[in-house]
């Protein structure tokens, strides 16, 4: 038996009881920046096509094994890791260096919801990050992420970039950052218009250890196109 699971199995517990039950387990995870620096060491040779579930090679996919170069102490004995990397493409998962060098990490956090792609020339206004904007996740509820208790500035980036949405009024959702609510937000009538970033800022307290945040929908779907999170304000 194959028990397959996405970064949500990704646990020292699970796998260790995966590994106990004697199955065969295939769990994702996110790389820390370590792993991915490591890749970089590792030479074109080493790296093979990715296959699809019909086996078929996945275009602009490679497959390369990283288990020799990590240090797997707590995990189960013989685990291998295996990465693929692949080319942008609606629903990859992408990590994002900004104008001013800032890394941020790929889609996690949320509950519910899809992501979406735009067209990698989509104009963007109201920004030096454009590539930020042309990604996004909408229908969500919620957001969560582990954070040391303390005080933290939490910025929600914003574009309506969906070409079924054509005036104000048409988008329109809630959101709260750790009890501060933000109602009725459509990000048209803050912007005045299709492809124009806009930023809105909440000072947090977090006293549970996380950062918890919702969405509530009024008219579509609610979107957001990235959550930067800074320690202090």
């Known amino acids: 038996m194959l028990i397959r699971t996405d970064g949500a199995g990704g646990t020292h517990d699970f796998v260790k009881w995966l590994a106990g039950q004697r199955l065969q387990y295939s769990v994702g995870f996110t ?7 490591k ?12 296959y699809d579930a019909d086996r078929k090679p996945r275009e602009g996919a490679a497959v390369t094994e990283l288990t020799g170069l990590l240090d797997l102490a707590g995990w189960p004995e013989g685990m291998r890791v295996i990465v693929r990397a692949e080319r942008p493409h609606p629903g990859a998962q992408l990590r994002f260096t900004d104008a001013d060098g ?16 735009r067209d990698e020339n989509l104009p963007i206004a109201n920004t030096k990050n454009p590539a930020l904007y042309r990604t996004e996740r909408y229908g969500m509820t919620a957001f969560s992420l582990p954070l040391t208790n303390g005080k933290y500035t939490v910025k929600l980036h914003f574009a309506e970039t969906y070409d079924g949405i054509s005036g104000p009024g048409q988008r329109v959702f809630s959101f709260n950052v750790e009890g501060h609510e933000t109602k009725d937000f459509d990000v048209w009538a803050k912007t005045g218009g299709l492809g124009r970033a806009d930023v809105e800022t909440v000072n947090v307290d977090v006293t549970d250890g996380k950062l918890d945040i919702t ?14 999170i800074i320690s202090g304000y």
């Open 31 to 37: 790389l820390s920046w370590d792993a991915v620096a």
């Open 39 to 50: 890749l970089e060491t590792i030479p074109e040779s080493a790296w093979t096509p990715a």
């Open 102 to 117: 800032n890394v941020w990490e790929a889609d996690h956090g949320f509950a519910d919801g899809q992501t979406e792609q």
């Open 215 to 228: 969405f509530t929908p009024g008219v579509q779907s609610p979107e957001i196109n990235g959550i930067e």
